[in-house]
C-alpha cells in the first residue's frame, strides 16, 4: 500500500525528537524493542492509530442475533501492514526525520541547507519543542529558557528561506508575469514548485488572503504576507510539547497555550512511552500504547487473573518509576501523548482511511489470506490506505493501481458508485476495484 503523504519531524538538538520519532515507529508494545523501520537515513514507517472499519461494519445478511466480544470481523481483521487490536488499528504512514534545524538555518548555518532541503518534501511538520525550558536554542543544557522562541523562529526560518529565495527573482518574475498575461497563481506556482507545492496549495493561499492588488502592484509588505501564508499552507504544523513531566513545564504551556491555536498543540512525553513500551515487551507490564492504564502483575492479580497474567515481578526501583509516571503523566494527562501527536498532524491534514477490500461480499483482500473450508478468505480488511480530505473514488483508485484501466468500483452492499464521488470516514471507506474495461 502506498504511504504517502510525508510527515516530517523538526526539532532542535535535545528536544526530544529522536525518541519521539522511535515512539512513533513501534506498531505495537510487543514489537521490537525500537524498531526504527528505516527506508533511507532520513525516513521511516511509522504508525497513525485509527478507527478500523471492522469496529462498525458487519458481513452483508451476516449480523449475528447474539452479540459476541470481540464481534466477528474483529477476530478476523488481520492488516497486512500494522496491527489491529479490538478495533483500533495502527496503519503505516511516512515519516522524516529533519536534521539541522538551529537559528539561522537558511543562512546555511549548522545542517541548515540539508534541514531546508529535506523540508521541501514534507505534507505536514511535527515540531517537537522541549517544553521543560532546559534546553537553549541550540539544545545545550541550561535552566530558564523560553521555549516558545523555537516556535517562533522555526517559522521565521521556512519564512525567510521562502522569501529570500522568491526576492532575489522578484523583479524578472514580475516582469515575465506582464508579459504573458499570466494568473498570480500560475507565476507563484512556477516559483513554488521546488518547495513541492501544487496551484491548489498556491490558489488556497491566496482566497484566504484576499488580495486585492494585481501581483505586479504587490509592495514587500504584500509579498511577505503571501510568503506567511503560503508556509502555513504548504508546510502545517503540529506542536508536540514534550517533556511534560518535567516541573518547569506547566507554566510554558500555559504561555504557549496563549499564542498558538489548541488544535495545533499536543502535550506529551516521548521518553515515557519509551519506557512504558520496554517494560511491556519485557514482560514487566500490560500497556496498550496511547492509553492511560498501565497493569502491573500485582494489579491484575488483584482482578482475578490466575498468575498475574503471566508477567513478571517487579522490583521496588520500578515500581516507584511507574507510580511516579502515573502520577505526573498518565493520571493527569490521560496518556503519553505520543499516539495523538501523529493523530493531530493527520487531522491536520485531513487524512481519510480508505479499505480497499478484492471481495465487497466478504471484505476479503490481498495479501495470501488464509482461507476457510469453502475456499472463503477467512481475513478482512487486509489493506487501508490513507487519503487526503476531498479525495474522489478514482483518486483513490490512482493512488492504489496507478494507470490500470477502471471497469468499475463497488462499496458495502455491491452498491456501484461514481469515480467522482468524495470518500470520507464512515462514506465510500470500504471498496473494491474491478480493473479492466467497463
Known amino acids: ?201 498556491v490558489a488556497r493561499t491566496l482566497d484566504k488572503l484576499v488580495l486585492k492588488q494585481p501581483l505586479q502592484d504587490w509592495d514587500n509588505d504584500t509579498i511577505a504576507r503571501v510568503v506567511h501564508g503560503f508556509v502555513d499552507e504548504k508546510f502545517p504544523t503540529v506542536i508536540a510539547l514534550n517533556k511534560i513531566d518535567h516541573p518547569d513545564a506547566d507554566k510554558n504551556v500555559a504561555k504557549i497555550a496563549k499564542q498558538h491555536p489548541p488544535e495545533r498543540l499536543v502535550l506529551c512525553s516521548a521518553i515515557s512511552e519509551v519506557f512504558l513500551r520496554r517494560l511491556a515487551k519485557q514482560n514487566y507490564i500490560r500497556y496498550t500504547p496511547g492509553s492511560e492504564f498501565v497493569d502491573t502483575r500485582e494489579d491484575l492479580t488483584e482482578n482475578g487473573e490466575e498468575d498475574g497474567g503471566g508477567l513478571r515481578e517487579l522490583d521496588e526501583k520500578l515500581k516507584s518509576r511507574i507510580s511516579n509516571l502515573k502520577d505526573m503523566v498518565l493520571y493527569r494527562f490521560g496518556s503519553t501523548g505520543v499516539n495523538q501527536v501523529l493523530s493531530r498532524a493527520a487531522d491536520v491534514l485531513g487524512l481519510v482511511p480508505v479499505f480497499p477490500v478484492r471481495n465487497i461480499s466478504t471484505f476479503g483482500g490481498g495479501g495470501g489470506a488464509e482461507k476457510d473450508s469453502s475456499g472463503h478468505e477467512k481475513a478482512v480488511f487486509r489493506d487501508c490506505v490513507l487519503v487526503k480530505k476531498g479525495s474522489t473514488v478514482a483518486d483513490v483508485y490512482r493512488k492504489i493501481m496507478g494507470d490500470a484501466p477502471l471497469a468499475f468500483v463497488e462499496t458495502v452492499g455491491g452498491v456501484r458508485v461514481s469515480e467522482e464521488e468524495v470518500v470520507a470516514v464512515g462514506k465510500l471507506d470500504i471498496l473494491s476495484f474491478k480493473v479492466g474495461r467497463a
Open 1 to 201: 500500500m502506498p504511504r504517502d503523504p510525508l510527515i516530517a519531524l523538526v526539532g532542535k538538538p535535545s528536544s526530544g525528537k529522536s525518541t519521539t520519532l522511535n515512539s512513533l515507529t513501534d506498531t505495537t508494545a510487543k514489537v521490537g524493542n525500537f524498531p526504527f523501520t528505516t527506508i533511507d537515513p532520513n525516513r521511516a514507517v511509522g504508525y497513525l492509530h485509527i478507527a478500523c472499519a471492522c469496529s462498525r461494519t458487519a458481513l452483508p445478511n451476516n449480523t449475528p442475533s447474539v452479540p459476541t466480544d470481540p464481534p466477528p470481523l474483529q477476530r478476523r481483521c488481520k492488516p497486512n501492514h500494522g496491527v489491529c487490536q479490538s478495533g483500533s488499528r495502527s496503519v503505516p504512514i511516512e515519516l522524516l526525520d529533519v536534521a539541522g534545524l538551529v537559528p539561522g538555518a537558511h543562512e546555511g548555518k549548522g545542517l541548515g541547507n540539508k534541514f531546508l532541503d529535506d523540508l521541501r518534501h514534507a505534507d505536514a511538520l511535527i515540531h517537537v519543542v522541549d517544553v521543560s525550558g532546559t534546553t537553549d536554542a541550540e539544545g545545550k543544557a541550561t535552566r530558564g529558557y523560553d521555549p516558545s522562541v523555537d516556535i517562533a523562529w522555526l517559522k521565521s526560518e521556512i519564512v525567510s528561506w521562502v522569501l529570500g529565495n522568491l526576492m532575489q527573482k522578484w523583479g524578472g518574475l514580475k516582469r515575465r508575469h506582464t508579459a504573458i498575461k499570466a494568473t498570480a497563481v500560475e507565476t507563484l506556482q512556477g516559483q513554488f514548485s521546488g518547495y513541492g507545492s501544487t496551484a491548489a496549495v
